[in-house]
């Protein structure tokens, strides 16, 4: 494990596009995500918003629907109502120039740009763009080959850790480090649930990924409230601030019920810029004043102990990525590339084997047949006597 004791401090600062961030200098992320609904003035509009508001860096999501779900994934229950998921990221895929366009203007403003791959096609099309950093989901914080492909074009990459366990973080950063060891990696810590509970934040933690991996530390947050999290998080040692925004969380967009509207990420870069100054007791002691009450922020606070949160647990294996089948295959046939992908399963499909193993099943004989979308598993392959 990448214990900070051993190592050279590497966790105080994050230099991005020319300049360099650190607890005085926080780098805020505006995760405008899919929010554009593929209209290329809206996304300008975002842009827009987060500059006015104060943000560091704006974040896309390049989108192909087949590199992250089966057509048979099912439906996502979100503030808004159920979503058939597989066809609403089909209506995210945007033509080609869309982000190529919105660096430039992003860049027009002083704004680092970057964009979260899903797969190799986003990823090389990302490449193409020349992102400031590439930033991984926390659903594919186990995709070993999107990992090792991204670490080739040697940009930073800062890797969400959501809905994992201490030993999934350690091999994604080993799995970059084989193939790049000086390339400069971060580290968000996430709840993946939208929105995801404060009380299930577990602030601590932050301070204590950067003692275990000696890397920069942060947060991508999807908590409802502008203030606290964020402002926790800093407070104990989380200098890189990840947040959605939107122009209304009244929108149909995937986030937009969980992001903040323009005046409350606003509300958000003024506190972590205020609090960049600030003691990690000065900081709680300015929440208490606003009101935010004592055993809120120690909710919030948690032990520190790196485990799933609540609202995470059932969905662990299931949001992150694993093997699948892409169509029905009889009995007997020889499995070729085309047909499994590394997938996420959601809640409907069945679990698959770790993508790291993709490669092990090609040529493998079927010893039963399998229905599309179900998930690859050694018992489809094993002859018993």
């Known amino acids: 494990m990448f214990y900070g004791i051993f190592m050279k401090e590497l966790g105080n600062s994050l230099n991005l596009g020319g300049q360099t961030f650190c607890m005085e200098n926080p780098l805020i992320i505006a995760e405008i995500g899919t929010s554009h609904n593929g209209d290329i003035n809206r996304a300008k509009t975002l842009i827009d ?3 006015s508001s104060g943000a560091s860096a704006v974040k896309f999501q390049i989108v192909y629907a087949d590199e992250i779900l089966h057509p048979d994934t099912g439906f996502v229950n979100l503030p808004t109502g159920s979503v058939p998921l597989y066809e609403r990221f089909k209506e995210l895929q945007t033509p080609a120039g869309f982000y190529a366009e919105l660096a430039s203007y992003a860049r027009s403003k002083n704004l680092l740009f970057s964009a979260t791959p899903f797969g190799i096609r986003s990823a090389n099309e990302l490449k193409e763009l020349n992102p400031d950093f590439i930033k991984i989901a926390s659903p594919e914080l186990n995709y070993t080959q999107l990992l090792k492909h991204c670490a080739e074009f040697s940009l930073p990459m800062i890797l969400s850790t959501g809905v994992s366990l201490l030993k999934d973080i350690e091999k ?12 400069p990696l971060a580290l968000l810590h996430c709840v993946t649930a939208y929105p995801a509970p404060e009380s299930g934040y577990n602030a601590a933690l932050i301070r204590n990924l950067k003692k275990i991996f000696n890397l920069p530390v942060g947060l991508s947050d999807h908590s409802m409230d502008a203030i606290l999290v964020p402002s926790l998080s800093l407070a104990y040692g989380g200098f890189i601030i990840e947040k ?3 122009l209304s969380r009244s929108e149909k967009g995937l986030d937009d019920p969980v992001a903040l509207e323009p005046e409350m990420f606003a509300q958000m870069c003024s506190a972590l810029k205020k609090y960049s100054k600030c003691s990690r007791k000065e900081i709680i002691d300015d929440l208490m004043r606003l009101n935010y009450s004592k055993d809120r922020i120690e909710k919030v606070i948690g032990t520190g102990e790196k485990k799933l949160s609540g609202a995470e647990s059932p969905n662990y294996g299931r949001t992150n990525r694993s093997i699948h089948y892409t169509k029905n295959l009889q009995k007997g046939s020889v499995i070729t590339k085309s047909d499994i992908a590394v997938l996420r399963t959601e809640k409907i ?3 698959g084997e770790a993508p790291e193993k993709f490669d092990f099943f090609i040529g493998a004989v079927l010893q039963r047949s399998v229905v599309s979308g179900s998930g690859v598993n050694m018992e489809d392959f094993i002859v018993r006597g």
């Not at 994604?172 to 390339?183: C, F, M, R, T, Y």
């Open 244 to 246: 959605h925004i939107c």
């Open 349 to 351: 499909l069945s679990i």
């Open 172 to 183: 994604a950063i080993i799995d970059v480090k084989s193939v790049n060891g000086e390339l």
């Open 49 to 51: 918003a987060a500059f």
